[in-house]
């Protein structure tokens, strides 16, 4: 199926060997490029108790890919969501992994899936060399009749234990390798190579179901279900006294149990989505009042001031290149 939509591409035989021809030179430089990554990691090592860092990330209007090796812990989650796709494979580590406040039991080589508009985060539980790779892409990437499966994969079965089968470090070192290309000859070979792994995941959905996460049972009825209202009434006027009535407890004592499963208040988790939300309607093309407006939020004052501590920048930025974590 890739094999057509590249042959159906208006760019001419010429230029589409040339890509071709490239991609494979992208490959070849894969042996050497992975003996220097092993040999700064190594070197790295050498110090002993000395915190390992190693970060390459490549990016085009639609992808954002990264591998990161690090080695400092933190207190907390690292809570965010963003209006782009997510595969994540993780390699190495002692992490904790929250995904709409279910704990998943990462694995080396295992991957997670997540959809736009997920809340999601790590906590570096200690020193140890925590290395992973993460491959961002919005919803212009794949072919527009994948994106219904697509879609049901990213929300259903996101956790994959033996994500390895699918030769994920293979491939990811081959998109590192795309690094030493040209600009406008690896923005082609990265869509080509992402666009490949998204038909690999529709394949993968359909003979390995996902695993569940470790803390179904234990985060409780009551915050699932506050989860769920949350995301069917996101752009409703929803307020911590309101959802304290509805769900017959007291207002600190829902923040309380709340916290305990998704490691944040409940309005600062609609707050995030509210902008992850109103950011992908700039994107497409929205005026910023009109996507605040849309988005939940009724002042725009608020709305710029949530997108300052959220994101870090100002509405008027989201229409250019993301910046992805």
Not at 152 to 168: G, K, M, P, T, V
Not at 211 to 228: A, D, H, K, T
Not at 249 to 271: A, G
């Amino acid at each position: 199926m890739l094999d057509e939509q590249i042959i159906a591409r208006p760019t001419g035989k010429a230029i589409e060997n040339g890509v071709l021809f490239l991609a494979n030179i992208a490959l070849f430089f894969y042996t050497d490029f992975k003996k220097t990554v092993s040999s700064r990691k190594q070197n790295s090592n050498k110090a002993e108790g000395a915190a390992m860092y190693y970060h390459h990330h490549l990016e085009t209007p639609h992808i954002l890919f990264h591998h990161t090796v690090s080695g400092e812990a933190t207190p907390d989650f690292a809570l965010h969501c963003h209006a782009e796709y997510e595969i994540y494979f993780y390699i190495r580590g002692d992490v904790s992994y929250l995904v709409e406040g279910q704990a998943y039991p990462l694995e080396p080589h295992s991957m997670l899936l997540l959809a736009p508009g997920t809340f999601h985060g790590v906590r570096i539980d200690s020193d140890a060399p925590y290395e992973r790779y993460c491959l961002h892409f919005d919803a212009a990437l794949p072919a527009p009749r994948t994106l219904p499966l697509l879609n049901s994969i990213f929300q259903n079965h996101i956790y994959y234990r033996n994500a390895e089968r699918l030769q994920l470090s293979a491939f990811f070192e081959a998109v590192e390798a795309c690094r030493q290309l040209d600009p406008p000859v690896r923005e082609e070979v990265l869509s080509t190579r992402a666009e490949a792994l998204t038909y690999q995941l529709l394949m993968l959905s359909g003979d390995s179901p996902g695993v569940g996460s470790l803390n179904s049972e234990q985060e409780g009825p009551l915050v699932r279900r506050l989860l769920s209202y949350l995301n069917l009434h996101l752009t409703e006027d929803l307020s911590l006294d309101g959802l304290a009535e509805r769900f017959y407890i007291s207002k600190h004592h829902l923040n309380k149990i709340f916290k305990r499963s998704t490691s944040t208040t409940v309005m600062d988790y609609v707050i995030h989505k509210r902008v992850a939300m109103a950011r992908q309607l700039i994107r497409e093309g929205l005026p910023a009042a009109a996507a605040a407006e849309q988005s939940g939020f009724h002042d725009y004052s608020a709305f710029y001031r949530a997108c300052r501590r959220v994101t870090g920048a100002t509405p008027s930025s989201f229409n250019q290149p993301p910046e992805m974590r």
